[in-house]
């Protein structure tokens, strides 16, 4: 979209065109408040995975286009704004202020807050003090690197937790080949102390 066929969406926000791909954002024309909402989706509609949607579930065809100012929305790793799409209710998904936001501002959200695994990877330009420089989605960050970020939807850090206990189930498999010994039947993760025990001493056990 060129700045000379660009209809405005919503009447506290501009876009800020700049030549150049990808480098075109969206300002605000008021303040808000930490915890503000500054705008409610509207006129979503399901489409495939691209750069311009946003996921907004777990499944493969959870992907949804914005069809508004909001698209021009960019990435930072210390946002100000989040995508808020963790309701049931479709009508109650919006953009939330994370920190205070001033007049003139331009609006950026954490794109793994709602990606997985981004449809086109980039190297982030935000330049904050914990930029975590090439971003690919959730999927390639820990835990802590998503929770840090203000706010991620319930769908991504299930995934991660999901893709966390998957990679410690492997690794213990891998030391159990090893080690040529048996996975504590508790935990499932530490090794049994002696062959007369079934449990690692992960917690307390009652001897029958």
């Not at 100012?69 to 919006?94: G, Q």
């Not at 090439?134 to 850090?157: C, H, M, Q």
Request: glycine share 8%; with cysteine.
């Amino acid at each position: 979209m060129s700045a000379q066929s660009y209809t405005p969406s919503h009447a506290d926000f501009f876009v800020e065109f700049m030549p150049g791909a990808f480098c075109s954002g969206l300002r605000t024309k008021k303040a808000f408040a930490v915890h503000d909402v500054l705008a409610k989706f509207e006129g979503l509609t399901r489409g495939p995975k691209a750069y311009t949607s946003v996921q907004c579930g777990r499944g493969p065809d959870d992907h949804m286009e914005l069809n508004s100012d909001l698209v021009y929305i960019n990435h930072s790793c210390e946002p100000n704004v989040a995508f808020d799409l963790s309701s049931n209710d479709r009508s109650k998904w919006h953009v939330r202020a994370l920190r205070e936001i001033h007049i003139g501002d331009t609006l950026t959200f954490f794109y793994p807050s709602t990606e997985w695994e981004m449809e086109q990877p980039f190297e982030c330009q935000c330049k904050a003090a914990t930029c975590l420089g090439v971003i690919k989605g959730a999927n390639y960050l820990s835990i802590n690197d998503l929770t840090e970020r203000g706010f991620i939807n319930p769908w991504i850090l299930e995934l991660a937790a999901e893709r966390d206990r998957y990679m410690h189930e492997q690794l213990a498999v891998q030391k159990l080949g090893k080690a040529g010994r048996k996975l504590c039947v508790n935990c499932g993760f530490g090794f049994l102390v002696s062959g007369n025990q079934d449990w690692c001493g992960c917690q307390p056990h009652e001897m029958m």
